[in-house]
């Protein structure tokens, strides 16, 4: 993965392992190496190993392992390069921008720039309206009635887009080619194509960040009753709707810590929650989650308690985004908060009247998706038979993309109790659909294997770290075939290889090689406590294993020979036979 003098290895030399897993890991000095609670599998002790001078971890209870790359990967669910990114960043090491291959690249990169600045630009305008104009001071009293101080107003950037029409135009014009400012979205045209103008106007605005806290967009809602209350900018180059979450430049951490997020629908919802001390809350700024947005959190997590509006939209929003992240594999739970007195209650008013306690309390209480849907069902009329139907068939499309087969039954036997209808026939209904589903309930490897023989262990131990004489070794062992048909035949094929190269490969590459199985056995022996190897061990590892070659051969012959006594081939056999008897006495008494 991180080549010879590329970047992604002079970050891998200059990172030490210790330090970056330090920082998610509490981790303590354990002999030669530093252990912790693992991160990736909840354990009351610790099994979880980092070694300081391999640059290696791996976990003895759930076997994962390998380098500082593939810990941030699999920690930040990122891609390769952003883990190198996130490694050389940790440790201060400046990451070169990418190469721009051709001059159309070029011209992206320094549109995307351009583009940004204007945002940033525009961010400086709008805060500084809100401030100082009497008109901005009217939105503040606005803001102000709606519970949001003057630190709330500040923490989330919220700004004024004054009514006159040009004023923000009048600030970018002399910076900015007209092309440029119509791309951003921030400034538009009107219909007869000859004049430009404002996009946002009379509108308290929301400044919306991409993941790594640049402003790529605006949400903007009227102040008065102006139309369409809610005004968001457009598909720019920098940004698109379905690939942005609200707040998610802020929430990756806490989300990342408590490994769950909360999913509201607009930017006032996730200010309150926010507000409320919990942090880990996105907003989908839109009435339905998009595949990009759901993919992005799930690098993040795989649980979420979803929190949408209880009208029809938001009911509706919420069983679509239910749909697609029950696809991918998300755990779900649905939060429908009651009505205060009779007004439908969203995340925002629910906490302005009941206060942050209240809504805590009811966000511990969340039930799974399954007890919200069927309770959604459960509002159908059930008296008739084409009523259960009908519940039936809003429930099933849920089960059908569910990919856990135990899941899906557990499903089966409550849905047939809630609404009674006969379990047979509702388990009929769902093997018929599980069957049309592509692709099966994944079976996690088994990963518990028999340990290896020590003189097994011992020779790995020397293929990989022997300086001296591991390339001695390894033609030996190639030479004779004598690692054939161990249960570790495949560690050692790719020690071999690696033995006989001429370029150094480190551990995790030899690990990322293998199976899971076999790189949880690779990786327990290297972290095993063990003395120096001399090459008189290594030897005497390597006679066992001659010897064991010749036994082996012996013993076929030998059965060869009792299948058939009287068989054409018997004196060559025995020749055969005689001949092993003798390389075993000189092969030596195991010892
Ligand atoms: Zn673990």
């Known amino acids: 993965m991180a080549e010879a003098g590329s970047f992604a290895d002079r970050v891998k030399q200059q990172a030490d392992i210790v330090r970056v897993i330090g920082e998610y890991v509490r981790l303590k000095k354990s002999g030669q190496n530093f252990t912790g609670l693992c991160p990736f599998h909840g354990e009351k002790t610790p099994s979880f190993a980092v070694h300081p001078v391999k640059q290696i971890f791996h976990c003895f209870g759930c076997g994962k392992g ?17 883990a190198v990114k996130v490694v050389a960043e940790k440790c201060g090491i400046p990451v070169p921008r990418p190469k721009e291959r051709t001059p159309e690249e070029r011209k992206e990169n320094q549109q995307r720039a351009a583009l940004i600045e204007i945002h940033r630009e525009t961010q400086v305008f709008f805060t500084g309206q809100l401030e100082s104009t009497a008109e901005g001071r009217a939105a503040r009293a606005y803001l102000e009635d709606r519970g949001l101080n003057g630190e709330a107003i500040a923490k989330f950037g919220i700004g004024y887009a004054p009514s006159g029409g040009d004023a923000l135009l009048r600030q970018l014009k002399p910076k900015y080619a007209e092309k440029l400012l119509l791309e951003s979205g921030v400034i538009s045209r009107d219909q007869s194509g000859a004049r430009l103008f404002d996009r946002f106007r009379k509108r308290i605005t929301f400044p919306i960040a991409n993941e790594s806290g640049k402003i790529v967009a605006f949400g903007c809602r009227a102040l008065g009753d102006d139309l369409p209350k809610y005004l968001n900018s ?72 979803v929190n949408y509006d209880p009208d029809v939209a938001g009911q509706a929003a919420t069983e679509r985004s239910l749909t697609l992240l029950l ?86 036997t409550r849905i047939a109790q809630q609404l009674r209808i006969d379990e047979p026939v509702l388990r009929a209904a769902l093997n018929k659909s599980a069957t049309e589903r592509r ?73 990322a090689q293998l199976d899971e199985r076999e790189r949880r056995v690779f990786f327990e022996i290297l ?43 018997l004196r060559e056999l025995l020749e055969r036979k005689q001949e092993l008897m003798k390389q075993l006495t000189a092969a030596g008494q195991p010892g």
């Open 66 to 82: 390998g380098d500082v790359f593939s810990f941030v990967m699999e920690m930040e669910k990122c891609p390769f390069p952003d």
């Open 234 to 305: 457009p598909e720019t180059p920098i940004y698109s709707k379905s690939n942005v979450l609200y707040h998610m430049d802020r929430a990756k951490e806490p989300i990342r810590r408590q490994d769950f997020a909360i999913l509201v629908e607009g930017y006032m919802d996730a200010i309150a929650v926010a507000r409320a001390g919990i942090g880990n809350v996105v907003a989908s700024c839109g009435t339905s989650l998009a595949e990009p947005q759901i993919k992005l959190l799930g690098r993040f997590t795989k649980r979420v308690i």
């Open 327 to 412: 696809e991918h594999d998300f755990e779900v739970r649905v939060l429908a908060l009651p009505a205060i007195g009779d007004k439908k209650a969203d995340p925002d008013l629910f906490i302005r009247e009941k206060g942050a306690e209240a809504y805590i309390k009811l966000l511990k209480e969340a039930p799974p998706y399954v007890d919200y849907l069927i309770t959604r069902a459960r509002q159908m009329d059930l008296s008739t038979g084409e009523g259960k139907q009908r519940a039936l068939n809003f429930l099933m499309p849920y089960v059908q993309r569910i990919p856990n087969r135990l899941l899906r039954s557990e499903w089966a």
């Open 527 to 569: 972290f095993e406590d063990a003395q120096e190897p001399t090459w008189e061990e290594a030897e005497s590892c390597l006679d066992a294993l001659r010897r064991r070659q010749i036994e082996q051969e012996l013993a076929k012959v030998q059965k060869t020979i009792e299948a058939n006594p009287s068989g054409a081939g």
């Open 439 to 511: 692709g099966e309930v994944k079976v996690s490897p088994q990963l518990v294997g028999k340990p290896a023989k020590q003189i097994e262990r011992r020779l790995i131990r020397m293929l990989a770290e022997a300086e001296g004489f591991k390339r001695e070794l390894a033609q030996r062992l190639q030479r004779g075939r004598l690692y054939e048909g161990l249960e570790t035949e495949k560690v050692f094929a790719a020690l071999i290889v690696a033995g006989l190269s001429d370029e150094p490969i480190p551990a995790t590459e030899i690990g």
